[in-house]
């Protein structure tokens, strides 16, 4: 339903009609979605015919995940453009045809919004009910599973990056200074540099860096495991554990990927392996890092005045365009805002006073309490704000 009110709400304000899916859509946003459309059909379909349908929501669950939290989310401003343009009408086409895509594959399971949304989205030509109409074919020539691989690698990117904003309480309106991706696969690699951008805006920082390897970020230590060791090597353990602990960065990498190391005692060789030894990371330069399969991501946390600054107008931006719903004003609608709160947030607002107006639609501001101001929370402190419509 959020999806649906979305595409309404843009396509009644630059009377869009869309009536069907872009042919070969430019944008990777919309080629991906249309391919995850087909991999819905044919998921939803598959566990039908096995007549397994606690099996089948299982996918249109997911595919409405994707659907809201990444590709309309994606794309947001690209419905917002006062222009029209052949980019736009192609989000509106392809956002129309999976609609329509997912209501019929969800019908059986939901079947009165699914009817509300199709009555509104059909057109002359279409059956009247979604419950008339034909279940969708999977179009095999709409699928590009490598496209779909790349999508899912950057999301993957993304929700360790957002992991680590959680675990150490960075809010994702905080703007940071840099993040850093290692990855032992070159294909992950050369993915991950043509979505950089993408997870740049997604994860709020100012740079992507790549690294070659992950001990540019953390430092690992070794310690012998004596459970494991201590009946193999006997006499030899106390020289085993201190020739564990000079182990170099290289070996313990070997041994995290699952290799082996070659320790020789006394004329002995003893084949280390991950379950012998227990390895520490440490971080460095105060990064926070986690990691998770073959990549690495970490997240430098220093924070410039600068980078304050925008944190606490992104605050305010949000706590204005609530403000927006609440009063029942259109998206369309302009504003005038009276503002006020600390000499902290007041620069914060000359500094980045178009990215203010420009995200709420203000024409104009002024540093004034207003009598019916109500208070926003930016940074920790309130703000004061009163909206007033142009």
Known sequence: WNAYSFFVTYANIDGAAPSDAPARPKNPL????????????????????????QKAIDPIVEFIDLLNNWYIRRSRRRFWRSENDSDKDEAYQTLYAVLLTLV????????????EIYRNLRTADMPESVHLADFPLYDASRRDQALEREMALARRAVSMGRSLRTLHNLKIRQPLKALYLVTRDPEERAVLQGMA?????????????????????????????????????????????????RL???????????????????????????????????????????????LTVALNPELTEELVQEGLVRDLVRGIQNLRKERGLAVTDRIELHLYGSEDLRRAVEAFQERLTGETLAVAWVWRRHQQAAAVECGGEPAYVHLEKR
């Not at 919309?30 to 007549?51: C, G, N, P």
């Not at 019929?104 to 009817?115: C, L, Y």
């Open 104 to 115: 019929k594959v969800a019908a059986p399971f939901i079947p009165f919004i699914t009817e």
């Open 197 to 245: 951008e993408l997870i740049q805006e997604e994860l709020n920082v100012k740079q992507v860096l790549f690294r070659d390897n992950e001990e540019e970020l953390v430092e690992y230590s070794a310690k012998a495991n004596f459970k494991v060791l201590g009946k193999l090597l006997g006499k030899d353990m106390k020289e085993a554990a201190a020739r564990i602990e």
């Open 30 to 53: 919309d080629r991906w979605i249309l391919s995850e459309s087909e991999r819905l059909v044919e998921e939803a379909t598959r566990q039908l015919d096995l007549y397994d349908l």
């Open 248 to 294: 170099g960065a290289r070996e313990i990498q070997t041994l995290l990927a699952g290799g082996t190391v070659e320790l020789r005692l006394d004329g002995r060789s003893v084949s280390l392996t991950r379950e012998s030894v227990t390895v520490s990371r440490r971080e460095k330069q105060s990064l926070k890092v986690l990691n998770e399969g073959s």
